[in-house]
C-alpha cells in the first residue's frame, strides 16, 4: 500500500470505503480459489478448473471488538500464464502465498513469488506463507519444519492449510487480517499522536519488533 493509500484507510476512506484488501498468489492448482471459497461461502469444489468469473470475495471478521471488512481478490487463472499484472497488487496490504504440501514444485517456486511480491507490491505488505492441501497426510513432499525455517528465515508468517477439511483455513485468515489491522491502528494513532495531517509528505515509520530487529509486520 503506498503512503497515500494508506492515510486514506486510516481515515475510513479508502477508494470510497474501508476494506482491507488480500491477494491470493501461488502457482496453479495449489488451492487458491478453494481456500478463498471455504472463508467465504465454505464451500470446496473437487474439480479442478480454472476460476472464472469471481475476481474478489468478501468477509468480515471481529479484531479487538471491532468487525473489520476484508476483500480477497484471486487471480482468475492467469496465475497459469504468469500473467498476473501489477493492477493486482494495487493497494493490497495482505498476501497469501500458497503452495501445496504434496508437490515440491509449487514450494520451490515460492521464491518467485516472493520476488513478483518485491517487484510489484507495496514493500510493507504482510505475506503469509501458505502450505495447503495438508489433508494429503500420504503425499506429503513438503516438511512442516523445512517451510517453517524458510518462512522463518524471511519475516514471513506461515501456517498449513486443508481448504478441503477446512484446517487452520480460519485461522489463516484471522492472522493475517489480525495482524494488518494491528500495523493499521497502531499507525493510526501514532499519527494522531503526532497530529500530522494527511498529505503533509510525512514518513510513515513501520513499528519495529520489541528487540528492533525486524518490522513488526513481516511475521504474525
Ligand atoms: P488454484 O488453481 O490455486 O485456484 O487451485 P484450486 O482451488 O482450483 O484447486 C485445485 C485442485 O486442488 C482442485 O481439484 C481442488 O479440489 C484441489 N484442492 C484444493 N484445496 C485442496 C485441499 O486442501 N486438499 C485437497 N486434497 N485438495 C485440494
Ligand atoms: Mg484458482
Sequence with gaps: MDHKSLW???????YGCDWIIIVLIGDSGVGK???LSRFTRNEFNLESKST????????GI???????KAQIWDTAGQERYRAITSAYYRGAVGALLVY?????????NVDRWLKELRDHADSNIVIMLVGNKSDLRHLRAVPTNEAKSFAEANGLCFIETS???????EQ?????????YRIVSNKAIESSNENVQP???AQIIVPTADDGSKPANKCC
Design 8 to 14: 486514506a484507510f486510516i481515515e475510513g476512506d479508502r
Design 33 to 35: 480459489s478453494n481456500l
Design 52 to 59: 472464472i468469473g469471481v475476481e474478489f470475495a468478501t468477509r
Design 62 to 68: 471481529q479484531v479487538d471488538g471491532k468487525t473489520i
Design 100 to 108: 501445496d504440501v504434496a508437490k515440491h514444485g509449487t514450494y520451490d
Design 163 to 169: 481448504a478441503l477439511d477446512s484446517q487452520n483455513v
Design 172 to 180: 489463516a485468515f484471522h492472522q493475517i487480517l489480525t495482524q494488518i
Design 199 to 201: 498529505g503533509s509528505g
